[in-house]
């Protein structure tokens, strides 16, 4: 079995002289933002709300649909470990049509 360091952990740990890493990858707070979506049908647009500058998007699920894609306002992809540079509105795509869903964004922020 291998050893493997993680790019972090090398820089704060191994690399002489040491690097700190940022703060949001040593200690930074996971939020949530999650809203209801009523109703919508597969591959329409649903804006569950706005994400801070230099956030890391962690995680989207629903309670009702399981798999969404995610986007910006302007319809540009979002993917998951996306540290985004400016505030943006995340858009979430459902898989299949939907009822009463709560969606759940999470990320982790400095």
């Known amino acids: 079995m291998a050893i493997v360091y993680g ?25 949530v933002i999650w809203d209801t ?14 994400v801070p500058a230099g956030s890391v998007l962690l995680e989207v699920s629903g309670t009702d649909v399981s798999t969404y894609t995610l ?11 996306d540290v985004l540079a400016v505030e943006t509105v995340v858009v979430a795509v ?7 869903d709560k969606v759940f964004i999470k990320y982790l922020q400095d």
């Open 7 to 31: 790019d972090g952990f090398t820089q704060a740990y191994i690399t002489e002289p040491n690097n700190q890493v940022g703060g949001g990858q040593s200690h930074g707070t996971i939020h």
């Open 37 to 50: 979506i009523t109703a919508a049908n597969a591959s329409d647009e649903c804006f569950i709300g706005k």
């Open 71 to 81: 986007e910006d306002d302007a319809g540009n992809a979002l993917a998951i470990g």
């Open 94 to 100: 459902p898989s299949g049509a939907l009822a009463n």
